[in-house]
Structures are given as C-alpha cells and as structure tokens.
C-alpha cells in the first residue's frame, strides 16, 4: 500500500525525523508543531537526511514531497492516510493531541503513536471517535535512515489497522516489527532501559569513563550486533554446538553478581553533571551537527556493506537497504513524484471491518 499525504504532529527529533522520510520518499506531508522554531529545526534535519540520501542515490533522489507547515492540528490532519504524532513524552499531552486529531483525521487514516513507552491502550482512551486506527509506531533515531519501527496495538486496536500500518511502513522502506504483547517500553527501550541502567552504574562506581565504555561497545559487540542481533551472535559463540552449548557455559552466570539490574542509580544532579562532563571531554570537539553527519555516513555505510554480502543477497538490515535504494533509484528515474504514482493506486482501505482486540 502506497500513500499520498502524510501528517506529522510535532517536529523535533523524531517529528522531523519521520517528516524526513515520508519526503524523500516522494510523500507530501503537512506538519503541526507550535515551536517558532520548528521550521528551521525541521530544514536542518531535511539537509542532513539529503545528504544521506545522496550517498545511498548518487544518481539522483526521487522528487520531493511537499512540506506544508499548518497552523492547526486539523488542518494538518485533513485528508492524511497517515497521522504520526511525535509529541514529547507525557500521557497528558498524549491524550489532547490525540483527542484533536481523532476528531478531524479522515475515519480510514492510520494513526501512528512515536512514544518510546507508554501503552497504545493508555492513549487511545482520548480518542472518541475511532480508537481502533491507533497503533503505536516506534522508530528509532535517525528515522530517516533506520528502518525498524515497532507497532504495537491497544486493546482497542482492530488487528486490520495493525495491517495496514505495516503496509504503510513498509512501503517507506521500514521493518515493521509487531509487538505480540503490549508492554511499556516495547521491546527495543526495554533492552536499552538495560543497557542504560548498567552504563550509569558503571560510570558512578568509576569502573569505566563514559569513552571508555562506549569504545567497549563500538570496537567490539556493537559491530556484531549491527548484523547479527543478539541471538544468531551467541549462537555463533557456542562453536560448533551451538545455542545449547553457550546456555550450558553462560546460564549459571545469571546467578552471579554480574548486573544490577534490579537496582537503578539515583538520578541527581551529581549523576546527571558526572555523565555530562565526561561526555563533554570525549565529543565537545564536535557539534551536534558533526555528530550526526559522521553518523548518517556511519550508517549509510554500514547498510551498504551489508547489502553486498551473503552473496550478494544482503544480510539483515542490508538486504532491506538494497531493496529500498533499488525502488527509490526506479523512483528518481522516473522522475515523477510517488505521490503521482499513488494517487492511481488504491486509496487507503478502511480499516473499520470487526471490533475484535488485537
Ligand atoms: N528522541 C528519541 O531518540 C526518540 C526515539 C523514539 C521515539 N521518541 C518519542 O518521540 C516523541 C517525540 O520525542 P522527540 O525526541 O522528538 O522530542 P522533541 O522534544 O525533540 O520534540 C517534540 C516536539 O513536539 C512539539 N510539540 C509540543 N507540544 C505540541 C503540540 N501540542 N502539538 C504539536 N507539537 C507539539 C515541540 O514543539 C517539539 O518540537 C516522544 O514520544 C518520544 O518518546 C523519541
């Protein structure tokens, strides 16, 4: 399923983020943040996915989508297949903005949450009108660059718009991934809730420098995992017997002190100024803007040298990447905008069919 007109409510980050994509990849979209600034924050991110997207297409990108700032939520909504809302993280705020898009998006759009945790069920409840179209999206910075997007349905979700969302994220070259069970945090921010937790304590107890903690991960596990996930690297490490046989060697671990995982640091300002200092002697030298430069061409770099392996398949994230340059190349080649191409295709179908839980 293809899309013609996308909304995004907010802008920052992650709004920008998803603004970013649905443009390149030829989708019109009308925007709704209140910032005054919103517009110039969103361009600098448009420049910085441009530039990405220029490695991944030399030969040219598609045509651009059209960026419309709206002076309502309403008017941004009007006529959208696609709402994502991107709104900072508090229930609260969830559920009015929520509330007003419900009332005025077309009853077929979907209506895709960013939060990072709170529960699809505990932010439909403000929706009225049609809660069933709510999933939540999940994607993870830069979103326009990688593809994974958790959906996770509410208890009032209908599993067609679950459907559909796939379809629509897929269609912009995402990895839709469905959460089987909703849970706060998903999948993805609950194992970086982890992983996060055990970095602070590390960095409290002065075990490790914040620099030298992350050259642990992006020297060593941090390349396995781009490619291999957790699982198929571990299964590798058990040699020749595989899986049982790394669970047989570290399975007792899990009893020994080797995490606190159930412990969490306090978070004071003594905390909080720690992590920030050193992170300032290890990046200072860089602005932000650098920073998300040398990871765009990090990224992009990554995603092609796994699209060339296995073969010539690709592996993982590179197989995707291959197939979404491909249609993106035959895009800009046609030298016509998807959202011509979509406007013949199929409209949106309605994902109102049976009131069954998803
Ligand atoms: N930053 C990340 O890495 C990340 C990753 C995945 C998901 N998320 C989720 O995405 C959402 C947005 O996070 P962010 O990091 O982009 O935050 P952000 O603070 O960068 O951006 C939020 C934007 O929302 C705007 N906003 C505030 N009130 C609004 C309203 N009533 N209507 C429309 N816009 C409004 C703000 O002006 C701001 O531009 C959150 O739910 C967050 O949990 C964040």
Redesign the pocket.
């Known amino acids: 399923m293809t899309i013609t007109k996308a909304a995004a409510?907010?802008?920052?980050?992650?709004?920008a983020g998803w603004v970013a994509r649905l443009l390149l990849n030829g989708i019109d979209v009308s925007i709704?943040?209140?910032?005054p600034e919103?517009s110039r924050?969103v361009s600098e991110v448009m420049k910085g996915a441009r530039r990405a997207y220029k490695r991944m297409l030399p030969d040219g990108l598609p045509k651009e989508g059209k960026l419309t700032f709206a002076k309502t939520?309403a008017e941004a909504v009007t006529d959208a297949d696609l709402i994502q809302e991107?709104?900072?993280?508090r229930l609260d705020?969830k559920h009015?903005?929520l509330a007003e898009i419900d009332l005025h998006a077309p009853a077929n759009a979907i209506v895709g949450?960013?939060?990072?945790?709170i529960k699809p069920s505990d932010m439909q409840v403000a929706m009225k009108k049609h809660p069933e179209r709510l999933v939540v999206a999940?994607?993870?910075?830069p979103v326009y660059l990688l593809p994974i997007v958790e959906i996770v349905g509410g208890a009032q979700t209908f599993p067609e718009a679950i459907e559909v969302a796939k379809e629509i994220y897929a269609s912009i070259g995402m990895k839709p991934v469905v959460i089987r069970k909703e849970i706060e945090a998903f999948v993805g921010d609950r194992l970086l809730e982890a992983a996060w937790r055990e970095a602070l304590w590390l960095i409290k107890d002065g075990i490790c420098s914040v620099e030298e903690l992350d050259d642990i991960m992006r020297y060593g596990f941090g390349l396995r995992w781009a490619q291999m996930g957790m699982f198929q690297v571990y299964r590798v490490a058990g040699g020749e017997a595989g899986m049982r046989h790394f669970m047989a060697q570290f399975g007792p671990c899990l009893k020994w002190p080797w995490t606190k995982l159930m412990d969490v640091p306090e978070f004071n300002d003594e905390l909080v100024d720690l992590i920030a200092s050193q992170s300032d002697d290890q990046s200072a030298q860089w602005s932000i803007r650098e920073l998300e430069k040398i990871r765009d061409e990090n990224l992009v770099g990554i995603m092609d040298v796994l699209s060339k392996t296995n073969k010539g398949k690709g592996w993982g994230a590179g197989a995707l990447h291959k197939d979404y340059v491909k249609r993106l190349g035959k895009l800009a080649a046609a030298k016509k905008p998807v959202s011509k191409a979509a406007a013949k295709a199929k409209a949106a179908k309605p994902v109102k069919k049976k009131a069954k839980k998803a």
């Open positions: 409510v907010g802008g920052g980050v992650i709004g709704f943040d209140p910032d919103a924050k939520i991107s709104v900072p993280e705020l009015k903005v949450s960013s939060t990072s945790g999940h994607p993870f910075n």
